[in-house]
Nanobody, 122 residues
Framework: QVQLVESGGGSVQPGGSLTLSCAAS????????IGWFRQSPGKEREFVAA????????AYAGSMKGRFTISRDNAKNTVYLQMNSLESEDTAVYYC???????????????WGQGTQVTVSS
C-alpha cells in the first residue's frame, strides 16, 4: 500500500510555470507507476502524464506533450510534474495516483492523493 500527498499548486499567470510534487509514504514506492490527472468542475478526471516504476517509461496526454515533464526520484519517494507555458485551460485540481503499471485511465489507479489546485489566470 502507498499513501500519496501532492504539493506545489498555486496561482500563476498565463505563460508561467509550476512544479508539482507527489510524495509517497511506504517502502514500496518503486513498485508503483505514478500518474498525474486533473479535474475541473463539471468535467471528468483527465489524464495528464504517467511514469513507470523505474522512470524509463513515460506517457503524456497530447496537449501536454512539450509543455509538461514528469520525472521521479525513487530515493526520495517523489514524482514531479514540471509544467511550463501554462494556459488558462490548465486550471484544475491535479491529482497523482499509484498503480501497478502505467495506465492512461484513472479507473486503473488504486491509490490517490487529495489533490492540489492549479489556477492559471491573469
Amino acid at each position: 500500500q502507498v499513501q500519496l500527498v501532492e504539493s506545489g499548486g498555486g496561482s500563476v499567470q498565463p505563460g508561467g510555470s509550476l512544479t508539482l510534487s507527489c510524495a509517497a509514504s511506504g517502502r514500496t514506492f518503486s513498485s508503483y507507476a505514478i500518474g498525474w490527472f486533473r479535474q475541473s468542475p463539471g468535467k471528468e478526471r483527465e489524464f495528464v502524464a504517467a511514469i513507470g516504476r523505474s522512470g524509463t517509461t513515460i506517457a503524456y496526454a497530447g496537449s501536454m506533450k512539450g509543455r509538461f515533464t514528469i520525472s521521479r526520484d525513487n530515493a526520495k519517494n517523489t514524482v514531479y510534474l514540471q509544467m511550463n507555458s501554462l494556459e488558462s485551460e490548465d486550471t484544475a485540481v491535479y491529482y497523482c495516483g499509484g498503480a501497478k503499471s502505467l495506465y492512461r485511465v484513472y479507473e486503473e489507479y488504486d491509490y490517490w492523493g487529495q489533490g492540489t489546485q492549479v489556477t492559471v489566470s491573469s
